[in-house]
């Protein structure tokens, strides 16, 4: 199985950048569909973005569209997220999680496996 650590959280201004890390360790992450979720005070647990296992397929939610990306590195084991021009409301807690299926990443309710989760803020 695969273990995932988040990192690259903060506290970032309105319209600002973060980068999101997601190591992975047990096994490579070319063997997994990856996404990253998040989660708001009060609110469920959200899709945000999934990579497939070749790259060659992404997906956003509708809400991070134009604005985040998603890479892997296959050499570092490595998910990334990069994030431009946030906004308050995406401040929430990001969880990278692996799955075999596609579907599976881009709901909240089905990967295999979780990262802790790193929290992001952003003040307006």
């Known amino acids: 199985q695969v273990q995932l650590v988040e990192s690259g959280g903060g506290l970032v201004q309105a319209g600002g950048s973060l980068r999101l890390s997601c190591a992975a360790s047990?096994?490579?992450?070319?063997?997994?569909?990856m996404g990253w979720f998040r989660q708001a005070p009060g609110k469920g647990r959200e899709f945000v973005a999934a990579?497939?296992?070749?790259?060659?397929?992404?997906s956003y939610a509708d809400s991070v569209k134009g604005r985040f990306t998603i890479s892997g590195d296959n050499a570092k084991n490595t998910l990334y997220l990069q994030m431009n021009t946030l906004k308050p409301e995406d401040t929430a807690v990001y969880y990278c999680?692996?799955?075999?299926?596609?579907?599976?990443?881009?709901?909240?309710?089905?990967?295999?496996?979780w990262g802790q989760g790193t929290q992001v803020t952003v003040s307006s």
């Open positions: 047990g096994r490579t992450i070319s063997n997994y569909q």
């Open positions: 999680a692996a799955d075999r299926g596609w579907v599976a990443v881009t709901d909240a309710a089905r990967p295999d496996y």
């Open positions: 990579i497939s296992s070749s790259g060659g397929s992404t």
